[in-house]
C-alpha cells in the first residue's frame, strides 16, 4: 500500500502542472487584463475631472508597457509560468492587482470562514445522510420511503443557489427571521463570552448551511438507500438471515459495512469540494470567503488571485481523491494495492 499511495503522490506533480498550466495559459489569452481595466479605471477617473479628457488615452504607450513589465505580462507564457512555478514553490503567489496585497494573504484570510462552512456541511450531511438512507432501504416502499424520496429528490433537482435565494428571500426578507447575510454580525465582536457569539454565527450561517448541504444530502442519502438494499438482496446475507440470525444484526454486521464503500469513495471528494467554496452561495449570501474572492478575482482580471485559489483548490482535490483511495481500502478489506 505505500508505493501505491508513494506513485500516487508522485502522479500529482504532474497533474498539478497540466491543471495550472491550462489555466495560466488561458488568463493570458483572455482580452481585459488588470492593465486594461487600470485604463479604463483611469479613463473613468479622469473623465470626472474634465469632459475633454472623455475618449483620450490617459497613459502613454511606454507607460502601459511598463505596466505589463511591472505585472509580468510582456513574457512568453512559458517563462511567465516557469517564473510563477518558482514563486509557489516557495509560498510566494504573488501580489493582487486588485488589493495590491499578498495573493497568500488573501487566501488565509478567507480560508477559515470557507472551512468552517466546509466542515460544517461535511458533518451535517453524513450525520444525516447515512441514518436516513439506511432507514430508507429498510423501510422500503413504505410511506415514509416515498414521502422522504420526494423531498429529496425536489432538494436535489433545484440549483444550491435557487434553493439559497428561495430561503433568503422567504425567511430574511419576508418573515425577517435571519439575517440577509454576512458571516456574523456587525455586533459579533463586541459580544462578550463564548455562546453569544456562537448564537450570533450560527444566526448568520443557519441559511447558507441548508443551501450548501441540498445537494450532497440527496446524493449522499440515495447512495447509501441503494447499496444498502443491493447488499441486503446479497446471498450472504439472505443465508445469515436463514440460519436465525436477526435481520437488524444481520444489516449491521454484514451489510452495512459493505453498503459504505460508495460512501467511503466519495468521502475525498466532497472535502476538496467543500473546502473550495461554493462561489454561488458565497455571492447570494454576501460570505466574505475564498468562493467570493474567486469570483470577484474572476470579474476584475485579478489573474495572480485567480491562480492562487486554483493552486490552493487543485491540491485539496488530488489530495482528496487519495483520501478516497484510503477510506475504501479501509471499509473494503478486499482492496489490496500491491497487485
Known amino acids: 500500500m505505500g508505493q501505491y499511495f508513494l506513485r500516487r503522490l508522485l502522479l500529482l506533480i504532474p497533474t498539478f502542472l497540466g491543471i495550472t498550466l491550462v489555466v495560466f495559459a488561458i488568463t493570458r489569452f483572455v482580452p481585459g487584463g488588470p492593465v486594461e481595466r487600470m485604463l479604463m ?16 488615452q490617459v497613459l502613454s504607450s511606454d507607460q502601459i508597457d511598463e505596466l505589463k513589465a511591472f ?22 503567489l504573488g501580489d493582487s492587482t486588485r488589493y495590491y496585497l499578498p495573493v497568500w494573504e488573501l487566501i488565509k484570510e478567507r480560508l477559515p470562514v470557507s472551512a468552517f462552512f466546509g466542515i460544517s456541511t461535511f458533518i451535517l450531511s453524513y450525520l444525516v445522510s447515512i441514518p436516513l438512507g439506511i432507514l430508507k432501504a429498510v423501510k422500503h416502499n413504505s410511506r415514509f420511503d416515498s414521502i ?9 433537482a433545484l440549483p444550491a443557489y435557487v434553493v439559497g435565494i428561495f430561503l433568503l428571500t422567504v425567511f430574511a426578507f419576508q418573515l425577517d427571521w435571519f439575517p440577509m447575510g ?8 463586541y459580544l462578550e463570552g463564548f455562546w453569544p457569539k456562537t448564537l ?20 449522499l442519502t440515495m447512495t447509501m438507500k441503494n447499496s444498502l438494499m443491493e447488499n441486503l438482496s446479497a446471498d450472504y446475507v439472505r443465508t445469515a438471515v436463514a440460519k ?26 466532497v472535502i476538496s469540494v467543500f473546502f473550495a ?9 454576501n460570505i466574505d470567503g475564498l468562493g467570493l474572492l474567486g469570483y470577484e478575482a474572476i470579474v476584475e482580471r485579478d489573474y495572480p488571485v485567480v491562480m492562487g485559489i ?20 479501509i471499509v473494503d478489506p478486499r482492496v489490496r494495492f500491491d497487485g
Request: hydrophobic share 50%; charged share 15%.
Open 310 to 329: 486554483l493552486a490552493v483548490t487543485s491540491i485539496m482535490m488530488l489530495v482528496g481523491n487519495i483520501l478516497s483511495d484510503i477510506c475504501v481500502a
Open 200 to 219: 450570533n454565527l450560527f444566526h448568520h450561517a443557519f441559511l447558507p448551511l441548508i443551501a450548501y448541504a441540498i445537494g450532497d444530502f440527496a446524493v
Open 182 to 189: 454576512g458571516f456574523v454580525g456587525d455586533d459579533f465582536y
Open 71 to 92: 505585472y509580468g505580462l510582456d513574457k512568453p507564457v512559458f517563462t511567465a509560468y516557469w517564473e510563477w512555478l518558482g514563486k509557489l514553490v516557495r509560498l510566494d
Open 277 to 285: 467554496g461554493s462561489f454561488l452561495i458565497e455571492v447570494i449570501f
Open 148 to 156: 422522504s424520496s420526494m423531498l429529496i429528490y425536489a432538494g436535489y
Open 244 to 269: 436465525g440470525l436477526p435481520f437488524n444484526k444481520a444489516v449491521t454486521r454484514h451489510a452495512l459495512r459493505n453498503s459504505m464503500i460508495p460512501i467511503a469513495s466519495h468521502f475525498g471528494n
Open 41 to 56: 479605471e483611469s479613463q473613468m477617473a479622469s473623465s470626472e475631472f474634465s469632459q475633454s479628457s472623455r475618449g483620450s
